[in-house]
């Protein structure tokens, strides 16, 4: 032998994974770590946030009836059930009802709503004056952040008019005065052809009237809207509508 | 936390692949059966990563896996060890392009390496063709390092002694 032993073994080296091999590898590692083995699969489910939270409402439910739960959701800032409105029921509301972004915000803007009606309704009586001021306060101002964070998450997307067989859906939907845009010219000039497009396109319109009742639905839950219906109470509360213009100017 | 074991574990992986495939393949000889072991053997390190316990040493664990992988392989597949198959004549091959571009020297030493024992032929592949230190293979075998030393000197002795037999 001419080279030395050990040299020769060190020339084994050149033994390796080729890029295909090694990049094929750690993808399926990749994959393998990644993904939750069926067994874990079926754990992590069952110990979900959703199922835990679910839980807690079934040992609520066992523990104390059902109607304990169905009274929380008439209780008021300070009442004894208001914690299971708030950390129970309401959570596992958000959890179910709370699938996307778009859906998160609306929930949230929706339960800014509700924080509103409570203290309306706790200011009907003398509860306000009551020393639960501060609390329906605290109630209102959090769940406001809750609700700007949520919509911070999402984009708002107005949908367009797509076809012209939903500008006629519009048309012949509201009688308030519509906003002078082109396409409303249009609509108006040739609405007996569009009206003939509409029998035709009836599946398009069923899409569309979707798509317009639930944006529709989305207005109606709109911060702004919710903070303005509601301006009496925030404003004896003492609560600031920052970043907002309106009702504290 | 689970986002600092994923890349970590993912650059061990980028770190030591070729050298456990490598390692795997001197056991088994076979390429195709080398990456499963060698797959298995990282998926088998992610196991102990997702454990309570750190890993101080993880290139020690890796190779002290993947000798327990060729372990259970050999006793599965004993008519098929590398001993024999080396001792019939077979030829390593790449699984791609029929034999594996290996010279005919290293082929023969391999054939020769099959005449030690395994934890020889561990400490010769470890020390030469993988680069690690006595201290290195010290770890894997949890040994002391004088012992390893001695070891291995005297596995190459063994080595070229059966070169010069045949």
Same mark, same amino acid.
């Given at each position: ?12 080296? #050149?033994?390796?994974?080729? &890029? =295909? ?7 399926? $590692? ?10 874990? /699969? ?12 679910? +839980?807690? %409402? ?10 304990? %739960? ?5 209780? *008021?800032?300070?009442?004894? *059930?208001?914690? %299971? ?6 959570? *596992? @509301?958000?959890?179910?009802? &709370? ?22 309704k706790l200011a009907e009586g003398s509860a306000l004056e009551d ?14 952040? #809750?609700?700007?964070?949520? *919509? ?16 006629? =859906? ?33 599946? @398009? ?19 702004? @809207?919710? $903070? ?22 | 936390? /689970? ?9 061990? +992986? ?13 056991? %088994? ?44 392989? +050999? ?20 699984? /791609?392009?029929?034999?594996i571009e290996m010279n005919a020297e290293i082929e023969n030493i391999?054939? /020769? ?18 680069? $690690?230190?006595? #201290? ?31």
């Amino acid at each position: 032998m001419k080279e030395e032993l050990p040299t020769i073994l060190r020339s084994f080296s #050149k033994v390796r994974l080729t &890029a =295909q091999e090694k990049g094929t590898m750690k993808k399926n $590692l990749e994959s393998q770590i990644g993904l939750p083995s069926p067994a874990n /699969k079926w754990h992590t489910i069952f110990w979900s946030h959703q199922m835990k939270v679910a +839980y807690g %409402v079934l040992f609520i439910t066992l523990s104390f009836g059902s109607s304990v %739960v169905a009274a929380s959701g008439q209780s *008021l800032p300070g009442d004894l *059930l208001y914690a %299971v409105k708030t950390q129970v029921s309401e959570k *596992l @509301e958000r959890v179910f009802a &709370a699938s996307t972004p778009d859906d998160r915000a609306q929930f949230e803007t929706r339960l800014v709503a509700r924080r509103f009606e409570e203290a309306e309704k706790l200011a009907e009586g003398s509860a306000l004056e009551d020393g639960k001021k501060e609390m329906a306060k605290t109630q209102i101002e959090r769940q406001i952040e #809750k609700a700007e964070l949520a *919509l911070s998450k999402i984009k708002h997307e107005e949908p367009a008019i797509e076809s012209t067989s939903m500008m006629m =859906q519009s048309f012949s939907a509201t009688t308030e005065p519509a906003p002078d845009t082109s396409a409303r010219k249009i609509a108006n000039d040739d609405r007996d052809d569009y009206s003939r497009d509409r029998k035709n396109s009836d599946d @398009e319109n069923d899409n569309n009237r979707e798509k317009r009742k639930d944006h529709e639905e989305r207005k109606k839950f709109d911060l702004d @809207e919710v $903070l303005e219906k509601h301006k009496d109470i925030a404003k004896k509360l003492d609560i600031k509508k920052s970043g907002r213009s309106g009702w504290d100017d | 936390m /689970k986002h600092d074991n994923h890349q970590q574990f993912l650059e061990l +992986y980028d770190a030591h692949a070729d050298a456990i495939f490598r390692h795997c393949y001197f056991k %088994v000889s076979d390429r195709e059966l080398a990456l499963d072991m060698a797959q298995q053997t990282f998926m088998q390190l992610w196991v102990y990563m997702k454990g309570d316990k750190p890993i101080e040493k993880p290139k020690s664990l890796l190779y002290r896996i993947a000798g327990n992988l060729a372990i259970d392989w +050999y006793r599965k597949k004993k008519s098929e060890s590398l001993e024999n198959l080396m001792d019939s004549g077979y030829e390593p091959s790449d699984g /791609k392009n029929g034999t594996i571009e290996m010279n005919a020297e290293i082929e023969n030493i391999l054939g /020769k390496a099959s005449g030690l024992s395994k934890d020889d032929q561990n400490l010769i592949i470890w020390r030469f063709v993988e680069d $690690l230190s006595p #201290k290195e293979i010290a770890e894997i075998l949890d040994e002391r390092e004088n012992t390893v030393s001695v070891r291995i000197h005297r596995a190459i002795e063994q080595l070229k002694d059966l070169m010069k037999t045949t």
